[in-house]
């Protein structure tokens, strides 16, 4: 499996964009790349993810480093209900997911 | 609803008493998996399902725990003996096909608490 780096923690501003990094040096060619948050007393839920390109969609915007080494979460304007742990998990076929310890991310109003 | 339902919510159970959790994936999901966290842990990896196969059991903790799945829809997660250890948060999820590029989808999960 894959081993993950990201930070404990990280602060933002409300309405202000956040990068949260991931370290993914040990990934495989095939592994894709997820995020998953989880909200306080909540199951996990799904981001974003991806494989070599930048990849967009409603929630947030995820840029893949080209040795596929990084990766960062962008959330483009923070919100109070963002305030999550944020996971960035490798996966392949069939497999688990493999769940670091996470981000924290708090944001100030 | 059309999310992936567990059951119970909360379980509080004596030491030693067995317990057996269940989790309803989505209709049509064959892979199926189960995961727990206990309090100010990370989420730690049990046992995956593609369909009634269990290909991916390396998770189990011990073999006081089992699991089976039926018609490739309901799972159900059974502790032996518990322990005070085995309080967590037991999830489950879902994903179409267990594909790399597949989103899993999460239920609720169920608290369990060994008196």
């Given at each position: 499996?894959?081993?993950?780096?990201?930070?404990?923690s990280?602060?933002?501003?409300?309405e202000?964009?956040?990068?949260?990094p991931?370290?993914?040096?040990?990934?495989?060619g095939?592994?894709?790349?997820?995020?998953y948050?989880?909200?306080?007393?909540q199951?996990?839920?799904?981001?974003?993810?991806?494989?070599?390109s930048n990849?967009n969609?409603?929630m947030?915007s995820?840029?893949?480093?080209?040795?596929?080494?990084?990766?960062?979460l962008?959330?483009?304007?923070?919100?109070?209900?963002?305030?999550?742990?944020?996971?960035?998990?490798?996966?392949?076929?069939?497999?688990?997911?493999?769940?670091?310890?996470?981000?924290?991310?708090?944001?100030?109003? | 609803?059309?999310?992936?339902?567990?059951?119970?919510?909360?379980?509080?159970?004596e030491?030693?008493?067995?317990?057996?959790?269940r989790?309803?994936p989505?209709?049509?999901?064959?892979?199926?998996?189960?995961?727990?966290?206990?309090l100010?842990?990370g989420?730690?990896?049990?046992?995956?399902?593609?369909g009634?196969s269990?290909?991916?059991?390396?998770?189990?903790?011990?073999?006081?725990?089992?699991?089976?799945?039926?018609?490739?829809?309901?799972s159900?997660?059974?502790?032996?003996r518990t322990?005070?250890?085995?309080?967590?948060?037991?999830l489950?999820?879902?994903?179409?096909?267990?594909?790399?590029?597949?989103?899993?989808?999460?239920?609720?999960?169920?608290?369990?608490?060994?008196?």
């Open positions: 499996d894959a081993k993950t780096t990201q930070p404990n990280m602060e933002s501003n409300e202000e964009p956040v990068h949260l991931c370290n993914h040096s040990t990934i495989s095939t592994d894709y790349i997820h995020w948050r989880q909200l306080p007393s199951g996990p839920e799904y981001v974003i993810h991806g494989l070599t990849v969609n409603r947030a995820l840029a893949i480093a080209e040795d596929r080494k990084s990766s960062t962008i959330l483009h304007r923070a919100t109070l209900r963002d305030a999550a742990v944020y996971y960035c998990v490798p996966m392949e076929y069939g497999n688990k997911l493999v769940f670091g310890a996470g981000t924290i991310l708090r944001v100030k109003s | 609803g059309a999310g992936v339902s567990q059951s119970p919510s909360n379980k509080v159970t030491k030693g008493k067995d317990v057996e959790l989790c309803d989505i209709s049509g999901h064959t892979a199926l998996y189960w995961y727990r966290q206990s100010g842990q989420l730690e990896f049990l046992i995956y399902f593609q009634n269990a290909p991916d059991k390396s998770g189990l903790p011990s073999d006081r725990f089992s699991a089976e799945r039926t018609g490739g829809s309901v159900t997660l059974t502790i032996q322990q005070q250890e085995d309080s967590a948060v037991y489950c999820a879902s994903s179409l096909s267990g594909g790399a590029r597949e989103t899993q989808y999460f239920g609720p999960g169920t608290r369990l608490l060994v008196l």
